[in-house]
């Protein structure tokens, strides 16, 4: 049976049709497969970034903290320093203080005189010299002659030695000393150095220990207390 010139247009439509339709069908699979591997690619590149970003703020985080700790410990570092200078500058008030009471020693006669002799005796042992100049305050010389006389005896005594004293006539101990004494060997290189200033300053040091705790408390960082 022959095909018609309509039938065959109409087969024509039919087949147009059907591969427009497989087309159509065939885009909207590539269409939807490619939405589904953007959205998978999309998926993946923001969990990349935000697993960047997170680390990210971490490490800042830690370096802020770091810097933190780091400023902490700076300014803890300048308040103890204050601490302790304070401290030390109260110390050295409590020094100069203690100096300026020194001159009070030698207004007594009794017990500067007594203390003389304690100074002088010590400064002999010290040296363990048959001859020996002293040095002091001019206005201390008929004092410390009078305490050089009662002590030799007792230096003689201990030691089994003789012993010369000479007070130097000529070089006095400065103006400014609150008292006390040097003491020198016969050829002048040795010297012993007995002032109340000095005195003051040995006991201050060795005493050092002992101020602060009573000043300031036990320190509890402190493992040895000598």
């Known amino acids: 049976m022959a095909l018609t010139d309509?039938?065959?247009?109409?087969?024509?439509?039919?087949?147009?049709?059907?591969?427009?339709?497989?087309?159509?069908?065939?885009?909207?699979?590539?269409?939807?497969?490619?939405?589904?591997?953007?959205?998978?690619?999309?998926g993946r590149l923001v969990q990349t970034q935000r697993v960047k970003i997170m680390?990210?703020?971490?490490?800042?985080?830690?370096?802020?903290?770091?810097?933190?700790?780091?400023?902490?410990?700076?300014?803890?570092?300048?308040?103890?320093?204050?601490?302790?200078?304070?401290?030390?500058d109260m110390i050295?008030?409590?020094?100069?203080?203690?100096e300026q009471r020194l001159g009070d020693i030698a207004m007594d006669p009794d017990n500067y005189s007594?203390?003389?002799?304690?100074?002088?005796?010590?400064?002999f042992?010290?040296?363990?010299?048959?001859?020996?100049?002293?040095?002091?305050?001019?206005?201390?010389?008929?004092?410390?002659?009078?305490?050089?006389n009662k002590v030799i005896p007792i230096y003689k005594e201990s030691v089994k030695m003789n012993l010369v004293v000479k007070i130097d006539p000529q070089r006095f101990l400065p103006a400014n000393v609150c008292g006390g004494v040097e003491l020198y060997n016969?050829?002048?290189?040795?010297?012993?150095t007995n002032t109340l200033e000095r005195r003051l300053e040995l006991v201050t040091h060795q005493m050092l220990p002992e101020i602060r705790v009573a000043l300031f408390g036990a320190n509890p960082n402190r493992k040895f207390m000598d």
């Open 6 to 42: 309509a039938d065959v247009q109409k087969q024509i439509k039919h087949m147009m049709a059907f591969i427009e339709q497989e087309a159509s069908e065939k885009v909207e699979e590539i269409d939807a497969k490619a939405e589904e591997e953007f959205n998978i690619e999309k």
């Open 92 to 98: 050295m008030e409590l020094m100069k203080e203690a």
């Open 55 to 88: 680390e990210y703020y971490a490490k800042k985080e830690k370096q802020i903290e770091q810097h933190k700790k780091i400023q902490m410990s700076h300014l803890l570092n300048q308040a103890r320093l204050k601490v302790l200078k304070a401290r030390d």
């Open 114 to 123: 007594v203390l003389l002799q304690g100074l002088l005796l010590q400064g």
């Open 125 to 148: 042992y010290q040296l363990l010299e048959s001859k020996v100049t002293v040095r002091c305050r001019q206005q201390d010389v008929e004092m410390v002659q009078a305490a050089v």
């Open 186 to 192: 016969d050829n002048g290189k040795i010297k012993v």
